[in-house]
């Protein structure tokens, strides 16, 4: 199968590194990332161990295959960008993979994408972007995939087939949008509280109030997305969250690594979101946007802001 990674930072470049195994893969990422790739090759740290010499290049312009499959791994205030891009290259049959944070990515993608070629899914595999050209995979995961419309397609099928091959643990969901809200609601609980107080997973449940916080938080974005129609336990998200964080204790979220790097953060796709649609249907969301806040007094000021 040919394959593109769109976005080749941490996960990209993991997964990119792991299909490329039984595959013909082409990342696409940033100038120095993809310079020393190009160069010395790239190298994977941690949970798995390669360096590998991998097909790399800055823009999709440089790509020559026909992809059947681009795998969307850029930020999701990248998505719209990065899907105008890659609908020069996509021919009928190919189909695109987001395999995001945030709640907000499909409704990007259909700007640029048709609806039947998009897919989604999730990964709880931990990666860090040590420098250009290494990658440190901190802590191995489940990858979920599905049709947006939950069917059980021949297509799915042989994705998830591919990953599994490639060594990706991988399972079909027919509920994939569920899934989507489910590891927003984790995401919204852990990500900006450990952005704001620059600490690791972990520490959020060494701290008594914290963890009190993170049930709150997790309370009130779980009634947001009950209240939009999707089906969660609050106290099964609360459980799952607490487990979550005791497995990627030694972890710094995302949003930390964001943060720390003087990057834009996915706020506004995670708890932005949620806080949207908690004003549209009617749900008080103060907590999530006080997260909103707290993660803005941290974060660099990006071009053209003051």
């Given at each position: 199968m040919n394959i593109v990674i769109m976005g080749a930072g941490a996960i990209g470049s993991l997964f990119g590194v792991l299909l490329a195994k039984k595959n013909t893969v082409v990342l696409v990422g940033r100038a120095s990332h993809i310079s020393r790739i190009q160069h010395q090759g790239l190298t994977i740290t941690g949970k798995t161990r390669l360096r590998v010499s991998i097909p790399a290049v800055e823009t999709i312009k440089e790509i020559t295959l026909s992809p059947d499959l681009i795998l969307l791994t850029v930020k999701s205030y990248d998505t719209e960008a990065a899907c105008s891009q890659v609908c020069t290259i996509l021919h009928d049959k190919t189909l695109v993979i987001s395999l995001q944070n945030g709640l907000d990515n499909i409704e990007k993608m259909e700007r640029n994408i048709e609806k039947k070629q998009i897919l989604a899914g999730v990964t709880t595999h931990g990666t860090f972007f040590s420098e250009p050209g290494v990658i440190i995979h901190t802590g191995m995961g489940t990858t979920i995939l599905g049709e947006l419309d939950g069917r059980l397609s021949t297509r799915i099928t042989k994705i998830?087939?591919?990953?599994?091959?490639?060594?990706?643990?991988?399972?079909?969901?027919?509920?994939?949008?569920?899934?989507?809200?489910?590891?927003?609601?984790?995401?919204?609980?852990?990500?900006?509280?450990?952005?704001?107080?620059?600490?690791?997973?972990?520490?959020?449940?060494?701290?008594?109030?914290?963890?009190?916080?993170?049930?709150?938080?997790?309370?009130?974005?779980?009634?947001?997305?009950?209240?939009?129609?999707?089906?969660?336990?609050?106290?099964?998200?609360?459980?799952?969250?607490?487990?979550?964080?005791?497995?990627?204790a030694q972890n710094s979220s995302s949003m930390l690594q964001s943060i720390q790097q003087g990057k834009k953060t996915e706020i506004d796709s995670i708890n932005g979101v949620l806080a949207r649609v908690g004003m549209e249907k009617n749900i008080e969301t103060p907590l999530n946007r006080i997260l909103i806040e707290l993660v803005a007094s941290r974060s660099v000021p990006q071009k053209g802001q003051k």
């Open positions: 998830t087939d591919v990953f599994n091959k490639a060594g990706i643990d991988t399972k079909i969901s027919n509920d994939i949008i569920g899934e989507i809200w489910r590891k927003a609601i984790i995401n919204s609980s852990i990500n900006p509280l450990t952005a704001f107080l620059g600490c690791k997973n972990g520490y959020l449940l060494q701290n008594p109030l914290l963890g009190k916080i993170v049930e709150c938080i997790c309370t009130e974005s779980s009634t947001i997305a009950h209240g939009n129609g999707i089906p969660v336990s609050t106290q099964g998200m609360i459980k799952r969250t607490k487990e979550v964080i005791q497995q990627t």
